[in-house]
């Protein structure tokens, strides 16, 4: 019971106070908050974790489903296309993946990415509907209308 006199054992004003100039209970406030409210970029920044924004050419709904299943494969934590603006948003961990190894894995699912030219024989097996036009139509390949 005796144990118990004194619960908790630290000085819980310690932790409450803001009026004190030590520094060192200000970090530990500042640690509780980030804690508390989970900063994004405190995550971020603790992790790792690069975001980036890649231009993917694509059509429709199983565009997107392939292109999204291909980053993952590569390593991407998380990864949306979107039709309407042919960007594709990745977050992973630069230690485990990196753009240009999703890049690749994309363009051997059969689609163009800012940096690497799809395999045209994974193009040619893709659904009529996914037969987007092109990166360079006008220069390398004719047109599919
Ligand atoms: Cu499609």
Redesign the pocket.
């Known amino acids: 019971m005796f144990l118990f006199h004194q619960w908790p054992p630290v000085d819980v004003n310690v932790f409450i106070t803001t009026s004190s100039s030590n520094i060192r209970t200000m970090k530990t406030l500042l640690i509780i908050t980030a804690f508390i409210f989970g900063s994004p970029a405190l995550v971020f920044a603790q992790t790792g974790l690069q975001k980036e924004s890649i231009k993917v050419w694509?059509?429709?709904?199983?565009?997107?489903k392939?292109i999204e299943k291909a980053a993952k494969s590569a390593g991407a934590k998380t990864a949306t296309w979107s039709e309407e603006t042919n960007v594709l948003k990745v977050v992973y961990e630069p230690a485990k993946t990196s753009s240009t190894a999703i890049q690749q894995a994309i363009a051997k699912a059969g689609y163009d990415t800012q940096d690497f030219t799809a395999d045209n024989t994974a193009y040619g097996k893709?659904?009529a509907?996914?037969h987007?036009d092109r990166k360079g139509t006008d220069s390398s390949t004719t047109s599919q209308h």
């Open positions: 694509g059509n429709c709904g199983m565009c997107k392939k893709l659904p509907c996914c987007y």
